[in-house]
C-alpha cells in the first residue's frame, strides 16, 4: 500500500476517533427582545460546574462568551438533564457595560434547535425530566479544620467533595494540584510534607456536593445568590480608573444578610506596579499598591447588615505580597441600593496595564 493511502487512511481514522470522543451537543436558539420591543444586544456569558456528560466525557468547570447581535442567540451546549450529577448552566446576559439579568439552563438532548423557554428552569427546583428535584449544593470558601503551624499536613473539611475532582484548594491564593500538593480521601486533606502549610498561611477550599446535599445544611448558613460575576476591564492609566461594578438592590440589604464580593486583579505586559481600590457606595474599603513586577492580587471583602449600618472586612493578599487584612464601618444610605466599584490604575508610566481578572458578589439572605 503506497505511503500517501497510509496517510489518507491514518488521517480519516484520527478525524473519526476526535469525532467520536466529542460529546453530543444541543443547540439553543433564540431571538430576544427587550421590553420596549427593540432587539437585544450584548452578551451572554454561560459558566457550569465540572460534570461527566451521559457518554462519560469529562466536561471541566469552565465559562464560554456569546455575543448576542440583533437579538439573534445560538450556542451548542452538552446536555445536562441525562447526567446524574444535577449539572446546569448559568447564565448571565451583559449589555450597556453591566448584568441585565440571570437565570439557569437545564439543556436535554435534542437534534432540533431548543428555545430559551425550553432549557429555562427555576432556582429552587429542576422541572425538565429526568433530573433531581433539588439542584447539588456547593460550599464556597471554607476554611479546612487543621493547625496551621507547619508540622501538621492533615486538614478537614466539613463535608466530602463529589466527585472528588470539584474540590478547589487555595494556599495564599494559590491553587494547589491534587496528587502533587495534596491527596484527598473522603473529606480529609493531606498535604505533602515539602508543602504543609506553614504559619500564617492562608487556606481556602471550594467543592461540589453530593446529590441531595445543600452547602448550607453543614454550616447552617443559607446558600448564596449570585448577584454579579464578570471578568472586568483594564486600564494603563495613571489615574484611578473604573475596571468594573455591581448594583447591589436595596432588597438585598436587609438586616441579618450578609454580601461577599471577591475580586482578582492583574498586571499585565509589564512591571510598572499597580494600585487597586475597591468601593462599597463612597467608602474605600480596600487601596493595595502592589509591587514592581508582581503579577496577581486578589481579596475578598464581607459587609454585614445591622442597626442600619454596614461593618465590612477586607483580606487582600498577592502573589509575592504578604496577606493583610482591614475593617470599617460603612454609613451609606441602604434605601437606593449600593454600587460596589473597582479601580484600577498603573504606579508609573510603562508599557503594560492593570487588568480586574474577575470579580463577583454574592449574597447570604438572612433566615
Do not use: H
Not at 44 to 53: D, P, R
Not at 197 to 224: C, F, K, Q, V
Not at 264 to 270: D, T
Request: aromatic letters at 8%; one cysteine or more.
Amino acid at each position: 500500500m503506497s505511503g500517501l493511502r497510509l496517510i489518507g487512511l491514518w488521517g480519516a481514522a484520527a478525524v473519526s476517533l476526535a469525532a467520536a470522543s466529542a460529546p453530543a451537543l444541543t443547540t439553543i436558539q433564540d431571538v430576544l427582545y427587550k421590553a420596549d420591543g427593540s432587539r437585544f444586544n450584548g452578551l451572554a456569558v454561560i459558566e457550569w460546574k465540572g460534570f461527566e456528560a451521559a457518554d462519560a466525557t469529562v466536561v471541566p468547570t469552565q465559562m464560554v462568551t456569546v455575543q448576542i447581535r440583533s437579538g439573534n442567540l445560538r450556542v451548542q451546549l452538552v446536555p445536562t438533564t441525562n447526567v446524574s450529577n444535577g449539572a446546569y448552566y448559568f447564565v448571565r446576559y451583559n449589555s450597556d457595560g453591566k448584568i441585565q439579568f440571570t437565570e439557569i439552563w437545564a439543556v436535554r438532548p435534542s437534534v432540533t434547535p431548543l428555545k430559551l423557554r425550553d432549557v429555562r428552569i427555576s432556582r429552587d427546583s429542576i422541572i425538565a425530566p429526568g433530573l433531581q428535584t433539588l439542584m447539588p449544593g456547593f460550599v464556597d470558601s471554607e476554611t479546612p479544620a487543621g493547625a496551621v503551624d507547619g508540622s501538621n499536613a492533615v486538614f478537614t473539611l466539613s463535608q466530602a467533595p463529589a466527585p472528588p475532582a470539584s474540590l478547589a484548594l487555595y494556599r495564599n491564593g494559590v491553587l494547589q494540584k491534587a496528587g502533587l500538593d495534596f491527596t484527598l480521601n473522603g473529606n480529609t486533606v493531606t498535604f505533602a510534607a515539602e508543602s504543609a502549610p506553614r504559619s500564617g498561611d492562608i487556606l481556602l477550599a471550594s467543592y461540589r456536593l453530593a446529590e441531595g446535599s445543600s452547602g448550607g445544611a453543614a454550616s447552617g448558613a443559607p446558600a448564596p445568590e449570585i448577584l454579579c460575576s464578570a471578568a472586568g476591564e483594564s486600564t494603563n492609566s495613571l489615574a484611578p480608573s473604573t475596571l468594573g461594578s455591581c448594583f447591589v438592590p436595596a432588597a438585598a440589604l436587609s438586616e441579618g444578610s450578609r454580601i461577599e464580593v471577591r475580586y482578582e486583579f492583574q498586571q499585565q505586559g509589564g512591571t510598572e506596579g499597580f494600585i487597586a481600590q475597591v468601593l462599597w457606595g463612597g467608602n474605600t474599603v480596600l487601596t493595595r499598591g502592589v509591587l514592581s513586577g508582581e503579577p496577581f492580587l486578589s481579596g475578598r471583602s464581607e459587609f454585614g447588615f445591622a442597626g442600619g449600618r454596614a461593618q465590612w472586612t477586607t483580606v487582600c493578599w498577592g502573589s509575592l505580597s504578604p496577606w493583610s487584612a482591614s475593617m470599617g464601618e460603612a454609613t451609606d444610605d441602604w434605601s437606593q441600593g449600593v454600587l460596589v466599584t473597582f479601580l484600577g490604575q498603573l504606579s508609573q508610566p510603562g508599557a503594560g496595564s492593570v487588568r480586574l481578572r474577575n470579580f463577583t458578589v454574592l449574597r447570604y439572605p438572612a433566615r
